[in-house]
């Protein structure tokens, strides 16, 4: 199964600042079908980006997906308050499905 | 709009099966594939399986053996069965309309396995 490891495990930021999250996959990703979810405490994942890039509805723009192959990245250009959560990377490109271990974003 | 609620017993005993349901109200369960995942704090979010409509099930390898996943008659619900449950089994467990990536999902529910 792929493995996702996304770092760093916590990122220590300001309101305003930007977050750059990464996702490194053990193998590269069919179709660069990978979805970031953002959690917050006793919530469901919430799909932030899907197929590396696109972003879900209801998502401000100041959230934007890159990368192909094994490299992804999210990036918040200017953290909100209610941005400050732990991220997850997910891949549905080949089964099982697999989730990164998250990146906590912290003030 | 789409919802997916969970339901089931908070508590199960080891050895026994887990049970729960998924209500989906808001979109005919007669369409699409519908998943269910569950959380632990040490492993994570982990995919456990999905169903299609037309039945068709998927499950994840490590818990392929003790996992059924199925659609109820009513075609507004889907079920999770997992047996011979151990400690390991306790996790939220969630679930969610899709096959890959999920817009919906339900709110979870926290399954125990104890005596």
């Known amino acids: 199964e792929i493995v996702l490891t996304q770092s760093p495990g916590t990122l220590s930021l300001s309101p305003g600042e930007r977050a750059t999250l990464s996702c490194r996959a053990s193998q590269s990703i069919n179709s660069n079908s990978l979805a970031w979810y953002v959690q917050k405490p006793g919530q469901a994942p919430r799909l932030v980006i899907s197929?590396?890039?696109t972003r879900a509805a209801g998502i401000p723009d100041r959230f934007s997906g890159s990368g192909s192959g094994t490299d992804f990245t999210l990036t918040i250009s200017g953290l909100d308050p209610e941005d400050f959560a732990v991220y997850y990377c997910q891949q549905y490109g080949d089964s099982p499905v697999t989730f990164g271990l998250g990146t906590r974003v912290e003030i | 709009q789409v919802q997916l609620q969970e339901s089931g017993p908070g508590l199960v005993k080891p050895s026994e099966t887990l049970s729960l349901t998924c209500t989906v109200s808001?979109?005919?369960?007669?369409?699409?594939?519908w998943t269910w995942y569950r959380q632990t704090p040490g492993k994570g979010l982990e995919w456990i399986g999905n169903?299609?409509?037309?039945?068709?099930?998927n499950y994840s390898p490590s818990l392929k053996s003790r996992v059924t996943i199925f659609i109820d008659r009513s075609k507004t619900r889907f079920s999770l069965n997992l047996n011979s449950v151990t400690a390991a089994d306790t996790a939220v467990y969630y679930c969610?309309?899709?096959?890959?990536?999920?817009?919906?999902w339900g709110p979870g529910t926290r399954v125990t396995v104890s005596s």
């Open positions: 808001g979109r005919s369960i007669t369409s699409n594939y």
């Open positions: 197929d590396a890039s």
């Open positions: 169903i299609h409509y037309s039945g068709r099930t």
């Open positions: 969610a309309r899709g096959d890959g990536w999920h817009l919906y």
